[in-house]
């Protein structure tokens, strides 16, 4: 039988929380221990330093930004996992090869994508602003 909460937005929303451990693999812009404040303030920012033009570039300023924050909360899980391991076995030599170190190396594969992500972003994002600087010439 279908779970008919699952049709609903409501009901996605809930399922994409199932096994939700430590939002290192999040997608979603804010988890809830974010605090959205912080990246309209960091969005707020960009705009001021990169001073879109026009939509398409609002969007890459947008892009960067949302790829700095996934980033950011790509790196805190990473540190927080890594405390939890080093406060549960101070030793690295009794972490378990298996969970331990492929938690670790899942946390490491998750940055490193995010950050690949956001270096994609800022060059979309001064490309655009390169042309744009090339046709105001």
């Not at 303030?41 to 960067?64: C, G, I, M």
Request: charged share 30%.
């Amino acid at each position: 039988m279908v779970n008919k909460r699952l049709n609903t937005s409501a009901g996605r929303l809930v399922s994409r929380m199932n096994n939700f451990r430590h939002g290192g693999c999040a997608e979603t812009l804010f988890l809830t221990t974010d605090n959205p404040e912080e990246f309209f303030s960091l969005l707020e920012n960009a705009f001021e330093q990169h001073q879109p033009q026009f939509d398409q570039d609002a969007d890459f300023v947008t892009d960067s930004v949302r790829a700095r924050w996934i980033f950011n909360r790509r790196q805190r899980a990473c540190e927080q996992y890594e405390n939890q391991l080093h406060e549960r076995k101070p030793d690295g030599k009794y972490f378990k090869p298996d969970p331990d170190i492929t938690e670790i190396m899942l946390f490491d594969r998750y940055v490193t994508n995010a950050e690949r992500a956001m270096h994609r972003a800022l060059k979309n994002l001064q490309l655009v602003q390169k042309m744009n600087g090339d046709k105001a010439r």
